[in-house]
């Protein structure tokens, strides 16, 4: 069987160096520490458990691929992951060491999805999005669940920080908040420059394609966010607030993250990680869009596996930070 929830409560801990920058305790929730290595599976796992299939297929950057590719092999089906062609080879050789089957289609994430669609309408196949789905914000939402248990009663976070690709972490965190009754938290939804689809579609005021992914970090490359994501934005209930960082700041983050707590991340999740490091968090302190007395901080850290030393290094040479 795939559990959604297979590290229970014990990946949340405190982050010196963060909360010293912050000011106020910062918790990690470490979701590259799921085996797909990265928070995906618990709703990739929860969709397919729930849909039981005699095969998957999803298209996939990188780690929502992986979280299928891990699913089906659990639960003994064959996965057909579709991917990019800006997709490193270390990340199809990770999928096709999970058992999967890779085809490399088109440019980008949308290119692949096109494909992964005409596949399971040929094939047979599950379809797995790798955002925009109940299902998944269902399985993600065990990530909020697990910290009001971690927490303790009486105890809850000053605000979430996050980043934003397709939008189903987002929808997942905001799943979790209803579940536990924490809808007022603020949400502080990360994105590249480049990979700003979210952004994009906050301030025009309605869903927005980008032209291309132009960042670095190409898993938060979906080209237009999920439909539910905009319209939580748009939510009186909720506050949502949409940031940008640029590569050169999520690659630092990586690289402080790694220097600090010792865990290699994508820049996907350097996305978010940036909002600390850049002094993000302490400007919207300033500006008062979060409380100058924030309560503990909670920072999802998402992971990711399409990174080793390697791409790290050719990562510094291209953005030459
Ligand atoms: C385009 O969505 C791409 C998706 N990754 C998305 C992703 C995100 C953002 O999650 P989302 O907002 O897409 O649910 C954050 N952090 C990490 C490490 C991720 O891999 C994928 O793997 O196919």
Redesign the pocket.
């Known amino acids: 069987m795939v559990s959604s929830h297979v590290n229970g409560l014990g990946c949340l801990s405190a982050s010196v160096g963060m909360s010293k920058l912050v000011g106020t305790t910062v918790y990690l929730k470490m979701e590259n520490s799921q085996p797909s290595g990265?928070f995906?599976i618990r709703g990739i796992g929860h969709l397919c458990q729930q849909v039981r299939s005699k095969g998957v297929v999803c298209a996939?950057?990188?780690?929502?691929?992986m979280a299928a590719a891990y699913a089906a092999r659990k639960m003994g089906v064959p996965a057909t992951i579709v991917v990019p062609s800006s997709s490193p080879q270390l990340v199809v050789q990770r999928l096709q060491d999970q058992g999967a089957t890779v085809k490399i289609t088109g440019k980008v994430?949308d290119d692949a999805n096109a494909e992964a669609l005409r596949l399971a309408e040929t094939e047979g196949l599950t379809y797995v999005p790798?955002?925009d789905h109940p299902l998944l914000w269902q399985g993600h939402g065990s990530m909020i669940t697990e910290v009001a248990a971690s927490l303790g009663p009486g105890v809850k976070p000053g605000a979430v920080l996050l980043?934003?690709?397709?939008?189903?972490?987002?929808c997942g965190v905001i799943q979790g908040l209803k579940d536990v009754g924490w809808t007022d938290v603020p949400i502080v939804a990360m994105e590249t420059v480049g990979a700003h689809c979210f952004n994009a579609a906050v301030k025009a005021g309605r869903l927005v394609t980008l032209d291309d992914i132009t960042s670095e970090a190409k898993?938060?490359?979906?080209k237009t966010v999920c439909k539910k994501a905009f319209e939580y934005s748009q939510c009186n209930e909720l506050t949502i607030i949409s940031e940008l960082v640029t590569d050169q700041q999520a690659l630092h983050a990586v690289q402080t993250f790694l220097d600090e707590e010792r865990v290699l991340v994508?820049m996907?999740?350097g996305a978010a990680l940036a909002a600390v490091y850049s002094g993000l968090i302490r400007r919207l302190q300033d500006e008062g869009l979060l409380p100058t007395l924030l309560g503990p901080l909670l920072v999802i850290v998402?992971?990711?596996s399409s990174v080793d030393m390697e791409q790290l290094t050719n990562l510094k040479h291209k953005l030459q930070t």
Do not use: D, Q, T
């Open positions: 990265s995906k996939s950057g990188g780690n929502a691929g994430w790798p955002f980043s934003v690709g397709g939008g189903g972490l987002l898993c938060l490359g979906a994508e996907a999740c998402c992971g990711g």
